[in-house]
C-alpha cells in the first residue's frame, strides 16, 4: 500500500496567518492526491483534488501543489473557520490511503 | 442536489455483523463509485474500500479483506457495506463518499454512521 505521511500533525496559528501543510508520499503518485477539511462531529469536506483544482465553492484562500512524492496545502489569510483538522488522500493506487490528519489550531 | 442519505447508528455484541446503508439522490448513481470511510472515536480516517456502482467491482483495503462486502442496489440508487466478525475496535463512525472513477477524489459525503461495539 501506499503510505501518506503528512506534516506537522498539529499547528498553531493566529487569523490572518499563511499557514502550509505538507504531504508526502512513499511512492510517486503523480498528481493523484486530494485534500480534505474536517470539523469536529462533521463529515469530511473535500477542498482540493488532483493536487491543485479547487473544489466548486472552496475559497481562493485554499490552494494545493505538488506532484510525484510531495505535495503542499496552502491556506493564505485565516479565517475563524479554518480551524479544522486536514488529510491528504492518494487515488493513484486503487486502493486510496489517507495520510494521518494534521489539526490547526487557534495559537 | 447530490445526496447521501446513511442509515442510523446502530449497536453491535462482539461477532455480530453490522450492514450500513447509504442511499444517493440528485446524481447518476452508476456514474460513480461509492467509497467507505471510517472513523474510530479521537482518531484519524480510515479507507476501507470502494464500489463502482455501475459494475459491481469492488476494491478493499487489505485490513478488511475477507470481513467486508460491499454491494449496491441500482433500482434504490443505495450502497450497502457489511462488516462481519464485528470487533470492539470496530467502534467507528462509518461514512460512505461519492467518488470520481478518474480523479479519485470524494466530493459528496454521507452524515456518518455511528457504529458501537460492545458486550
Known amino acids: 500500500d501506499i503510505q501518506m505521511t503528512q506534516s506537522p500533525s498539529s499547528l498553531s496559528a493566529s487569523v490572518g496567518d499563511r499557514v502550509t501543510i505538507t504531504c508526502r508520499a512513499s511512492?510517486?503518485?503523480?498528481?493523484?492526491l486530494n485534500w480534505y477539511q474536517q470539523k469536529p462531529g462533521k463529515a469530511p469536506k473535500n477542498l482540493i483534488y488532483?493536487?491543485?483544482t479547487l473544489q466548486s465553492g472552496v475559497p481562493s484562500r485554499f490552494s494545493g501543489s505538488g506532484s510525484g512524492t510531495d505535495f503542499t496545502l496552502t491556506i493564505t489569510s485565516l479565517q475563524p473557520e479554518d480551524f479544522a483538522t486536514y488529510y491528504c488522500?492518494?487515488?493513484?493506487?486503487?486502493?486510496?490511503?489517507f495520510g494521518q490528519g494534521t489539526k490547526l489550531e487557534i495559537k | 442536489q447530490a445526496q447521501l442519505v446513511q442509515s442510523g447508528g446502530e449497536v453491535k455484541k462482539p461477532g455480530a455483523s453490522v450492514k450500513v446503508s447509504c442511499r444517493a439522490s440528485?446524481?447518476?448513481?452508476?456514474?460513480?463509485?461509492i467509497s467507505w470511510v471510517r472513523q474510530a472515536p479521537g482518531q484519524g480516517l480510515e479507507w476501507m474500500g470502494w464500489?463502482?456502482?455501475?459494475?459491481?467491482?469492488?476494491n478493499n483495503a487489505q485490513k478488511f479483506q475477507g470481513r467486508v462486502t460491499m454491494t449496491t442496489d441500482t433500482s434504490t440508487s443505495t450502497a450497502y457495506m457489511e462488516l462481519r466478525s464485528l470487533r470492539s475496535d470496530d467502534t467507528a463512525v462509518y461514512y460512505c463518499?461519492?467518488?470520481?472513477?478518474?480523479?479519485?477524489?470524494?466530493?459528496?459525503w454521507g452524515k456518518g454512521t455511528t457504529v458501537t461495539v460492545s458486550s
Open positions: 463518499a461519492r467518488a470520481g472513477a478518474v480523479a479519485g477524489h470524494m466530493d459528496v
Open positions: 440528485g446524481y447518476a448513481f452508476t456514474s460513480f463509485l
Open positions: 464500489i463502482s456502482s455501475y459494475k459491481g467491482t469492488t
Open positions: 511512492q510517486s503518485i503523480s498528481s493523484y
Open positions: 488532483a493536487a491543485s
Open positions: 488522500q492518494q487515488s493513484y493506487s486503487i486502493l486510496y490511503t
